[in-house]
């Protein structure tokens, strides 16, 4: 039977960044700490959420560094090590320190678009050469492509792919998954408004953008659906509701760093293309804090 450490309240942390666009390593530590403090289970590292493909390989090593002598092997980290060259990310793998790191988060190829046939092999690869478990992403509105659910199910019999953050947004999809795959595999949701719904039909956890902010209300809600407080999870769900809306309603993660930087965490700064929300949506997500900060 495979393990799988990766279960819960996972935070795909953001890399907040100074006024001069550098890394903000004392914002980064604080993150870190507020996340884990406030009932996070695990630590997602350089995902979509840290602008990884804005930053350099000396960035994303003082990244990874930062957020694991921050963490201090408190929580398991999932690293994010995906690309659409197969035998690229191979190396990388390999070249990889992974100590502290507990398993890699990998994307679907994007741009190139590979079918279903190409998408199990790119996995099953990877899989192979990587010493630590696998979790698979499936994004497709991300990657252009999506990772179909009988796909997913016979990757999940890979000994060391032990999980798939699906965020198709599909339910029918998910509960195929959900039904179909082997007892030692698990579903994480990859979209923080269903993610309450997706733990009712038997998913494991979440990895979450909301929950670099409102950690706490967000972690609670994961904890009570796991212990079977049905009520009580649903309750923080739908407070959580419209916020869960409006930190991807001008990107991501341009609303959760917006909102970051009103709780005092980071500053409001991204690296281009994407730029900060827009007044409108900044007015309404400072706004919606005001009613949920006390959850």
């Given amino acids: 039977m495979k393990s799988n450490i990766f279960k819960g309240t996972g935070v795909a942390l953001v890399t907040p960044f100074k006024q001069d666009f550098s890394v903000d390593i004392e914002a980064l530590q604080r993150i870190v700490g507020h996340v884990i403090d406030n009932g996070a289970d695990f630590l997602v590292v350089l995902g979509t959420t840290s602008e990884a493909p804005t930053l350099t390989a000396d960035e994303k090593n003082l990244v990874i560094s930062t ?17 659409n060259n197969t035998q690229t990310v191979v190396e990388a793998v390999k070249a990889q320190d992974f100590t502290g790191i507990h398993g890699i988060l990998s994307v679907v190829p994007y741009y190139n678009k590979p079918n279903q046939r190409g998408m199990r092999a790119h996995f099953e690869t990877i899989a192979d050469a990587c ?19 009988a796909t997913c ?13 699906e965020a198709s947004g599909n339910l029918q999809q998910i509960m195929e998954i959900l039904r179909d795959k082997p007892a030692d595999f698990d579903v994480l949701s990859g979209d923080d408004g269903i993610t309450q719904p997706l733990m009712a039909l038997g998913a494991a956890g979440v990895i979450s953008v909301a929950a670099n902010a409102y ?27 419209r916020m869960n809306q409006l930190i991807f309603a001008d990107g991501n993660p341009a609303g959760i760093k917006c909102l970051m930087s009103h709780m005092g965490l980071c500053e409001n700064v991204l690296r281009l293309p994407l730029v900060t929300v827009n007044d409108k949506v900044e007015a309404d997500i400072i706004e919606e804090w005001k009613e949920l900060k006390n959850k």
Avoid: C
């Fill in 67 to 83: 957020i694991l002598k921050s963490n201090n092997g408190r929580l398991p980290v999932l690293l994010g090590m995906g690309g």
């Fill in 215 to 241: 950690t706490a209300p967000f972690s609670r809600m994961i904890h009570a659906m796991k212990d079977g407080r049905t009520d009580e999870a649903l309750g923080l769900h739908y407070a959580m509701l």
């Fill in 131 to 149: 010493p630590v478990p696998v979790v698979v992403y499936n994004v497709p509105g991300r990657v252009g492509v999506n990772l179909q659910a």
């Fill in 153 to 165: 199910v016979e990757l999940a019999k890979h000994p060391n792919i032990i999980a798939v953050k």
